[in-house]
Structures are given as C-alpha cells and as structure tokens.
C-alpha cells in the first residue's frame, strides 16, 4: 500500500477564462499570478483544475484543503440572480457554473472557504443572495471602480475605510473596527445570501465582508484584494494568515488519517 507523502496544503484557485489572442479562438484558461503568489508565500500550494466543471466538484473538493476564490473582471452573469446581464458585461459562464457548485460543497464539506471580489460576489449568489450590477450607478452610492488608466499601484492603493463588526474575526484580523482597503469592483452586494453574515461594509453602507453563519470551518469573503502587497498591510496579511492556518489543520486532519483511506473514485 502506497504510503502517504505528506506535503503542502493544496488550495484550489479556480481559473478564469478568457479569450486572449484572437488568433487562437479557443481562448485560454488563467490564474492570477497575484493570487497564487500569496497562497505560495502563505506556504500553500496553490492548483488550477482548468477544466473543471460542476460535476467534478465532489470528486475533486476532497483532494484540496482549501479554495480560494479569485477575482476577476468578469462579472457573475445576472441570470444567476434573476436579473438581465448588460450588454457590457464581461462574462465568464463556465467559471460560474463550477463556483455556483464549488461554493456549495466546500461549505457542506467544511473546505475552507475564501472569496476574494468576485469571489465573495459568487459566495453570495451561490447562496441565493443578488448583486448590485452598477454600484456607482446606484443613489448614495460610492464608486467603487479602479483608475483603470493608472498604474496597478494606484489602482490597488486604499480606497476607503471599510466598518468592522466589534467582536468579528475581521476586527481582530485589523486591530479594531475600522480598516482601509483598496477597491476594484463595478459590483457588489445587494441581497445578502442565505446564512452570510454582513461583518464589514463601505461608508455607503455596501456590504464588503462576510462570515458564513454556523460554517464548519473557515468561510469568509471579502470585496477588497488582501493578496496586494499583504506582507506590508496587517490586515490583509492577517486575513490570508487565518485562511492559511485553517488550510494547514484540514491537511493535518488529512494526514492523520488512516492509511488505506483511498482518494474519492
Ligand atoms: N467583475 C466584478 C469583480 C471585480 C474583481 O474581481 N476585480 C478584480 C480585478 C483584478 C483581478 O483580475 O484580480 C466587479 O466588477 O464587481
């Protein structure tokens, strides 16, 4: 019987796809290099299963400890909130067809779950919750939108103060109940999804960080980007901390299984 190599946490970063060169119409499945460089300095491994679709969702989920779910400019296509997408919605059908699901079943399982933008926006859809399509388009709202013309420095600097929940794992992660945090996004929030607990919001009220209530393990996600330059923000690099400390114990459970306990079939 093999014997078990124990090795990083694995943490699942689902891709985004994108056609990126015309000339090959096929398009391309990508990865932030941001978002997977963090997980990597976090001491994680982070994996891509690029052609995952909905229904690899249960035999795949066992074989990671984590995921993380990345943002993106594509916007989660409105039907999957009973809307109408817009005519200039970027969208990306196939990774929300895998995170509607993959959403479900980590939390089921007691994967540790992070959403990073997108990722927090496809945490509540997936919960039945609903999305701003235009924040800024909405009365007394703020624009939440990059300086697309800027340099990435700009584009990812701080924004706005986001309001903590007292007592919230968030005030702990920044030392009390106000933080800054940078701001990349034409979406957010709306209805809160089933079980998401509101524990941060932007001035205008917009709901920018949220705890899955009675999750097993970890389950949060975020509108800001705490993968930008963690190692010199605390809150950010505090957040991925906890995120990773809860990655290290699932594979820990894992490798203190009994051998022969074989990978789902
Ligand atoms: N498109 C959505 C989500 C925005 C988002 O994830 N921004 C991150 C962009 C940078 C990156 O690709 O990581 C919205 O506009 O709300």
Redesign the pocket.
Same mark, same amino acid.
């Given at each position: 019987m093999a014997r078990k190599t124990p090795h990083k946490p694995l943490v699942w970063l689902p891709a985004c796809h994108r056609n990126l060169d015309l000339s090959d119409p096929g398009g391309y499945s990508v990865l932030?290099d941001?978002?997977a460089a963090a997980v990597t300095a976090l001491g994680l491994q982070p994996v891509l299963f690029p052609m995952a679709e909905a229904e690899d969702v249960p035999c795949l989920l066992p074989l990671v400890d984590g995921v993380l779910l990345? %943002?993106?400019?594509?916007?989660v296509e409105a039907t999957h909130f009973g809307a109408t997408a817009l005519a200039t919605d970027l969208l990306d059908p196939r990774r929300d067809k895998l995170t509607m699901r993959l959403v479900r079943e980590a939390l089921v399982g007691g994967v540790p779950l992070f959403g990073?933008?997108?990722g927090l926006?496809e945490m509540n859809v997936a919960l039945g919750g609903s999305l701003y399509q235009v924040v800024h388009g909405e009365a007394g709202m703020l624009d939440h939108r990059e300086p697309e013309s800027e340099d990435l420095a700009v584009q990812f600097a701080e924004a706005h103060d986001v309001l903590l929940e007292a007592g919230s794992a968030f005030a702990q992660w920044a030392g009390g109940t106000r933080a800054r945090v940078n701001s990349?996004? %034409?979406?957010?929030i709306k209805r809160l999804g089933e079980g998401l607990i509101a524990e941060a919001r932007a001035p205008d009220g917009l709901v920018e960080g949220v705890r899955v209530a009675g999750a097993q393990g970890f389950a949060y996600g975020v509108q800001w980007?705490p993968e930008w330059h963690h190692e010199q923000h605390p809150f950010y690099e505090r957040t991925l901390q906890a995120f990773a400390s809860a990655c290290r114990e699932a594979r820990r459970v894992k490798d203190a299984e009994p051998e022969g306990r074989s990978a789902p079939g």
């Open positions: 932030g941001r978002y990345t %943002g993106s400019p594509s916007n990073v933008c997108r926006q990349l996004h %034409g979406q957010g980007h």
